[in-house]
């Protein structure tokens, strides 16, 4: 994701996931991080290695371990820079091409971000490290498309650029004591759905909390979408592999739903005005019902929610979720360490430091699935299998170009407080998308 | 009547005056002193400038990729570009923020502090009082942005909304923010005069020291009101740092790029966008950074023309005045 909240500590033990089981290889054949690193002695070096993962997180935590490792069994010392996701997404481009790059950091994956320098030439070509270290077979397919780019930057073909080593997806988070006390039935259709937050309205609450100023309703229009969609929409408006039509049905069917909604009362209008933060904090506080977005709030969720018991199901009557493989590794162009720094990514990818990952509140790709205990950890995995089982991972609405991620959420806000119909607009979308997209399809 | 000799103003001798090396008896010694200055100028002030206004002739991805030639191609685009127009038309607005009511307001404000509040109560509470304006100069703008940002709260856990609530008895949820075009820039607004508002009154209430109490007081036992006072010797004494207060306040709006990161991130829909937080976005986001350094370059020009327009009116005035 673009945006999360990288403080957010994953507090309960989640478990290991069906990404590394559709894998073509067997998690169990993880090999442990021999490599390079566990016969040549690399004492004296130094890996310069960046991430922006808060110490409590379960990324946090595993990258901790990962690095307690390397030294062990590289000799080297590692020096940790860590930065805020936004900093680094802002100065990347830069930081990467110059003599202060680290060797090895932490990035976000997609074709605007990765992609975008993948295309400009500033993070290394993973090909050969690949297959070196046989990162390929440990990825599910849904993965290892944000691992590859083409030279325009557009994922899911080309070299190698990145490596994923945990997943994630958005889900509808509910609070349990609310439907209980309306007699509301978890939904498991959209007519279900628009019911129960008619009873809410009825009863002078507004059922479902999102934000237009940052990302949640950018995700909460492409799961509309996608709930009118198939794989070939998907494939158009993330691969670029046919033209998307911005006044079809999928698109359509968003834009006057959230209108619809708007006006309806299920959502505020106040959400234009809303950060992410603002609205999750909504939720937590027992106001909203319903809040829709990712599975890097589980674990804020299930620590600060203290009044209620926090209900994860996936949306209903929809095949295709929003969901990919998380944040990727990569070695930037300028890195003094390029050996050290595969050694030490595929130290991340053994199964002591994926295990920790799935047992801290993370979804590891390459795990064992059968140790997890914890019934929250469960329940987050169960929800998970579910869209893999189904091939439902259907990527991030701001993926397409480096710009779409402002552009989607200026357009929704004007859906919200009225500037645009929704005709205008998904005019004013395909204006942002084509401006990019046709340079590149 | 005593005799009084004056005695004459002694000529600075050749051998009195500074020894500087020189090179053939010329003045080429003073200039080994300017060439530190003019490093540090060229390389911080124009070696950026024209790299970025190089940059505005060509198409450029980032990082390693080819630089292609455009041409006047990323200038043209610029006059076609509604969030470019957008834009500037916003940069009037944050004038009359920045520039027009804290200049009148702080003009007032001084006057008042220097001529009613001192002389009154004394220059410790004129002090103390300037002191209080000047506060929200000083305080980081990301925190000033933070904190208006929870006063200005859509839903009613705003401050303001509550406030206002309380005030009329109904329940207010104005959306300041994420609403219309209208409410989230007049929000901005009032963030930049209040963090802006403390600069001018400090400035015009160190002019005032200039001024002789004595021609207040005059001016007082002749009758003169307050506003006769303030506009037949305040106005007339400070004039010089009204320009500059108007030369670098007009240049710090068409610059402005902080208040509108923190309130809105150019939101909503892009209509509180200002040229520098679109050229910010353009490089960080966009794909081609040629069109960026073409936004960031035409801010340049535009600074530098109302930086000589200005300079020249001062001079027009000071030339008048003599």
């Not at chain 1, 802002?90 to 976000?108: G, I, K, R």
């Not at chain 1, 904090?281 to 809040?291: A, C, D, R, S, T």
Request: a negative charge.
């Amino acid at each position: 994701m673009k945006y999360r909240n990288r403080t957010m500590g994953a507090l309960v033990a989640v478990g290991a996931l069906t990404l590394a089981a559709c894998s073509s290889g067997d998690s169990d054949d993880t090999t442990a991080p021999t490599g390079a690193g566990g016969e040549a002695d690399f004492s004296g070096e130094t890996l310069k290695v960046m991430h922006y993962e808060g110490d409590e997180s379960a990324m946090g935590k595993a990258w901790n371990l990962a690095i307690e490792m390397f030294e062990e069994q590289t000799g080297a010392t590692v020096d940790l820079q860590t930065t805020a996701f936004e900093d680094l997404n802002a100065s990347a481009e830069q930081l990467f091409d110059s003599s202060d790059a680290p060797d090895v950091s932490e990035y976000n994956k997609g074709n605007g971000t990765a992609g975008q320098l993948a295309a400009i030439g500033v993070i290394q070509n993973l090909d050969d490290a690949y297959a070196k270290y046989g990162w390929a077979d440990k990825l599910g397919a849904g993965v290892d498309t944000i691992a590859k780019y083409n030279e325009d930057g557009v994922m899911g073909s080309g070299s190698f650029y990145g490596v994923p080593n945990y997943g994630e997806f958005v889900f509808m988070y509910y609070n349990t004591e609310m439907f209980e006390e309306y007699g509301i039935e978890v939904p498991t259709s959209q007519e279900d759905l628009e019911a129960a937050m008619q009873t809410f309205v009825d009863n002078g609450i507004t059922p479902l909390t999102t934000s237009a100023q940052e990302y949640p309703m950018g995700q909460l229009w492409y799961q509309l979408a996608l709930s009118q969609a198939d794989r070939d929409f998907v494939n158009a408006y993330q691969l670029y592999t046919e033209e998307v039509n911005w006044q079809g049905e999928e698109i359509s069917y968003a834009t006057e739903t959230l209108s619809d909604w708007v006006s309806n009362g299920y959502i505020s209008s106040e959400v234009s005005g809303l950060t992410a933060e603002d609205a999750g904090l909504q939720f937590i506080n027992g106001e909203v019902p319903m809040f829709y977005s990712g599975s890097w709030w589980y674990g804020r969720m299930l620590s600060d929610v203290t009044d209620f018991t926090v209900g994860i199901t996936n949306w209903p009557g929809t095949t295709l979720t929003p969901g990919s493989g998380g944040n990727i590794w990569v070695i930037p162009v300028e890195s003094k360490q390029p050996e050290l720094a595969e050694i030490f990514i595929d130290i991340t990818m053994s199964p002591e430091v994926q295990a920790l990952l799935g047992e801290s509140g993370g979804l590891p790709v390459a795990a064992n699935t059968e140790d997890v205990q914890d019934p929250d950890a469960q329940a987050l995995i169960g929800l998970f299998n579910e869209v893999n089982d189904r091939d439902g991972l259907s990527f991030y609405p701001d993926w397409p170009t480096p710009s779409f991620y402002g552009d989607l959420n200026g357009v929704m806000q004007g859906l919200v407080n009225g500037t645009f119909t929704p005709e205008q607009a998904q005019s004013e979308l395909e204006n942002y998308y084509e401006s990019y997209v046709s340079t590149v399809r | 009547m005593p005799s009084m000799t004056r005695t004459p103003k002694r000529q600075v001798q050749p051998q009195d005056a500074p020894r500087i090396p020189q090179r053939g008896g010329g003045k080429l010694g003073y200039w080994l002193y300017f060439i530190p200055g003019a490093i540090l100028v060229g390389v911080v002030i124009f070696y950026p400038i024209i790299r970025n206004l190089r940059l505005s002739f060509f198409h450029w991805r980032g990082g390693r990729a080819e630089e292609q030639f455009a041409g006047f191609e990323n200038w043209t685009a610029l006059f076609q570009d509604s969030e470019y127009l957008q834009s500037f038309m916003n940069i009037a607005l944050v004038i009359v923020a920045m520039v027009i009511v804290p200049t009148l307001l702080g003009l007032v404000v001084a006057a008042a502090l220097f001529d009613v509040v001192g002389r009154r109560f004394g220059g410790k509470l004129s002090s103390f009082l300037r002191a209080t304006y000047y506060l929200p100069q000083i305080l980081p703008i990301a925190v000033a942005g933070v904190m208006f940002s929870w006063i200005l709260k859509p839903n009613s856990d705003g401050v303001l909304n509550q406030f206002l609530s309380f005030l009329t008895g109904d329940d207010v949820a104005v959306n300041w923010l994420g609403g219309q075009y209208s409410t989230a820039i007049i929000s901005t607004m009032v963030l930049m005069i209040w963090i802006q508002i403390g600069y001018p009154v400090v400035i015009f209430m160190a002019a005032l020291q200039r001024v002789e109490p004595e021609l207040y007081e005059a001016s007082e036992l002749d009758g003169a009101n307050w506003f006769q006072r303030f506009r037949a010797i305040t106005l007339p004494m400070i004039r010089p740092e009204v320009f500059v207060v108007g030369l670098t306040t007009t240049i710090a709006a068409l610059k402005v790029f902080a208040p509108v990161f923190i309130l809105t991130r150019g939101g909503p829909s892009k209509s509180t966008y200002v040229p520098s937080f679109y050229a910010y976005q353009e490089f960080i986001s966009g794909t081609d950074k040629g069109y960026a350094a073409a936004i960031a370059s035409s801010i340049t020009i535009v600074v530098f023309i109302v930086s000589v327009i200005f300079i020249k009116a001062q001079t027009r005035a000071e030339r008048k005045d003599a």
